[in-house]
């Protein structure tokens, strides 16, 4: 993958432009293989439990599960 389709996947899911790029930046320069070795990337927000006991989500939270062309699955995370 590219960063700039990576960038593009995460302004599709968070609906935020502006720091599509920031993350994609981020996610390249920590992720564990080079970009052209992840072949799909599956994004979601955290999750964070009330004093209630309800479950909410949390956006402050970014998750990415991406596989490697040679099947290793991998988790990063952007906390801010």
């Not at 502006?18 to 970009?35: H, M």
């Amino acid at each position: 993958m590219t960063r700039k389709q990576i960038q593009q996947q995460i302004a599709a899911f968070t609906g935020d432009w502006k720091s599509a790029r920031e993350k994609a930046q981020i996610f390249d320069d920590n992720c564990c293989v080079p970009l052209t070795q992840v072949v799909s990337i599956k994004l979601s927000f955290g999750k964070r439990t009330d004093a209630g006991g309800s479950v909410h989500e949390d956006r402050d939270a970014l998750y990415f599960r991406y596989l490697t062309k040679s099947g290793e699955g991998y988790v990063f995370s952007i906390l801010r």
